[in-house]
């Protein structure tokens, strides 16, 4: 099992930046795929970006392309999303989630409990 613990959220004027954190424990020895995925009120859960284990491949979704860069600290055990140029249809919970395999469709494994992101205009 792996616990994913996000931070970071909070509320934002529309231009500003936030970096969100989420940080791995429990059985962390395979080589995780780390995504981020959002969720806004009223509507589906979506993929925003995602990262391999060496950091060599990213892939976001295309509304925050040029805005949002995701990384990772394999030695800290963490990945981060740094969001830039925020909109308010930015706003939503924010998940971390992880998977042993990168699939066309970001299918994760383990999921974090979500951090709160609020911008307005």
């Known amino acids: 099992q792996v616990q994913l613990v996000e931070s970071g959220g909070g509320l934002v004027q529309a231009g500003g930046s936030l970096r969100l954190s989420c940080g791995a424990s429990?059985?962390?020895?395979?080589?995780?795929?780390m995504g981020w995925f959002r969720q806004a009120p009223g509507k589906e859960r979506e993929f925003v970006a995602a990262i391999s284990w060496s950091g060599s491949y990213t892939a976001y979704t295309d509304s925050v392309k040029g805005r949002f860069t995701i990384s990772r600290d394999n030695a800290k055990k963490t990945v981060y999303l740094q969001m830039n140029s925020l909109k308010p249809e930015d706003t939503a919970v924010y998940y971390c989630?992880?998977?042993?395999?990168?699939?066309?469709?970001?299918?994760?494994?383990?999921w974090g409990k979500g951090t709160v992101v609020t911008i307005y205009s």
């Open positions: 429990g059985r962390t020895d395979s080589n995780y795929v």
């Open positions: 989630a992880a998977a042993t395999e990168l699939t066309p469709d970001y299918a994760m494994r383990y």
